[in-house]
């Protein structure tokens, strides 16, 4: 088997591992979207499968002398000096270096969105654990803007000012 093939090959079969059909079969909410999610899932695997089976064996090599003996060698030598001078050509991929930077970009643009995710959470789940802290309905006006002096700043120049938010 070409050293491409086989590559493909195993590509496919570690990707087919490493999905997580059933969490993604989880989040279908409708018939008609686990039916076709089904056909998708069946399609990979019968692609995977040929990939593994069809594609990963080398070729029988040809018995010449077999065909030598019952065709003549004439005729057989022609075919096998045909045979070794066919080439196949190699794969040349136009595509990945194309894709790549943009691939590149839009993980740099995940990673920012992840830290920018993370840092949200931590700081809503202080506030969250700040609100749980505070035990609002046993507190106090004054035991509030103790701790929160700004808002007690703000609402003392709202009312110094006459303005009663209407």
């Known amino acids: 088997m070409s050293g ?17 059909w059933e ?20 399609a990979f695997d019968e692609v995977n499968t040929q990939l593994q089976t069809k594609f990963s064996q080398e070729p029988e090599p040809i018995d010449w002398e077999y065909y030598r003996k019952g065709i003549g060698t004439r005729l057989v030598d022609m075919y096998k000096e045909h045979y070794e001078s066919i080439e196949i050509p190699k794969f040349v991929d136009t595509v990945t ?16 969105a992840e830290e920018k995710s993370l840092k949200e959470s931590e700081r809503l789940e202080k506030e969250i654990a700040d609100v749980q802290e505070l035990k609002l309905s046993t507190m106090t ?6 701790k929160h002096p700004e808002l007690k700043k703000k609402f003392d120049d709202e009312i110094r000012n006459d303005n009663w938010g209407y």
């Open 4 to 20: 491409t093939t086989k590559k493909v090959a195993d590509v496919a079969f570690k990707a087919g591992r490493n999905i997580d």
């Open 23 to 42: 969490g993604m079969a989880k989040l279908l909410v409708s018939d008609e979207a686990r039916r076709e999610f089904f056909n998708l899932r069946r």
């Open 97 to 112: 270096p194309q894709y790549k930077p943009k691939f590149e970009a839009l993980l740099v643009e995940l990673k920012e």
């Open 141 to 146: 006006a004054d035991e509030y803007f103790e």
